[in-house]
Antibody, heavy 117, light 109 residues
Framework: QVQLVQSGAEMKKPGASVKVSCKTSGYTFIDYGISWVRQAPGQGLEWMAWINTYNGNTNYAQIFRDRVTMTIDTSTSTVHMELRSLRSDDTAVYFC??????????WGRGTLVTVSS | QTVVTQEPSLTVSPGGTVTLTCASS?????????PNWFQQKPGQAPRSLIS???NQHPWTPARFSGSLLGGKAALTLSGVQPEDEADYYC?????????FGGGTKLTVL
């Protein structure tokens, strides 16, 4: 069965970086892209970025373009998302989401990132 | 930056029918915006319901259907169940990247 297993909760100080991972299984990794979505406490969903796991092409929401980097580890079928220069308003649950041909389907359970001094 | 607009809240009676809509600041929503719909219950990850305007996922209950309506994407729930009370989000890819709507809080009362 398809699974997207995310890394554990993180607590970071303002200005630091965080790297969240999304380990996939149950399907052919390079056949599906991965998007990252976040949700601040009590707020709605916000799309951040997408990566093509076949060729590494990326697409970023403009507001994250300078602070987000995604990388792929095909040996472990894992996608990593790094967010830099953290601020308190980056406190959120970060989700990974499988996407093929504009049809997102399976979600990870989310990773809570807390940014606090 | 594209803004995607949904009704902030709607209320429906059990067994009733309700339609949620999703509008884009770029203009008419078409199938080329690849509308997607998601359901989220408190404390849970979102769940995908509808992809590319009308396509249900294998786990999507038959009472959920997607369409285009009056220049917007629409999600219709027919024969609403108490467990359908949740937040619903649309997601569009009209220009550039994906953009979520602000979500609709659906109350079943």
């Amino acid at each position: 069965q398809v699974q997207l297993v995310q890394s554990g909760a993180e607590m970071k100080k303002p200005g630091a970086s965080v790297k969240v991972s999304c380990k996939t299984s149950g399907y052919t990794f390079i056949d599906y892209g991965i998007s990252w979505v976040r949700q601040a406490p009590g707020q709605g969903l916000e799309w951040m970025a997408w990566i093509n796991t076949y060729n590494g092409n990326t697409n970023y929401a403009q507001i994250f373009r300078d602070r987000v980097t995604m990388t792929i580890d095909t040996s472990t079928s894992t996608v990593h998302m790094e967010l830099r220069s953290l601020r308190s308003d980056d406190t959120a649950v970060y989700f990974c989401l499988r996407d093929h041909n504009f049809m997102p389907d399976y979600w990870g359970r989310g990773t809570l990132v807390t940014v606090s001094s | 930056q594209t803004v995607v607009t949904q009704e902030p809240s709607l209320t429906v009676s059990p067994g009733g029918t309700v339609t949620l809509t999703c509008a884009s600041s770029t203009g008419t929503v078409t199938s080329d915006c690849y509308p997607n719909w998601f359901q989220q219950k408190p404390g849970q990850a979102p769940r995908s319901l509808i992809s590319r305007t009308t396509n249900q996922h294998p786990w999507t209950p038959a009472r959920f259907s997607g369409s285009l309506l009056g220049g917007k994407a629409a999600l219709t729930l027919s024969g609403v169940q108490p467990e359908d009370e949740a937040d619903y989000y649309c997601l569009l890819h009209c220009v550039g990247g994906w953009v979520f709507g602000g979500g609709t809080k659906l109350t079943v009362l």
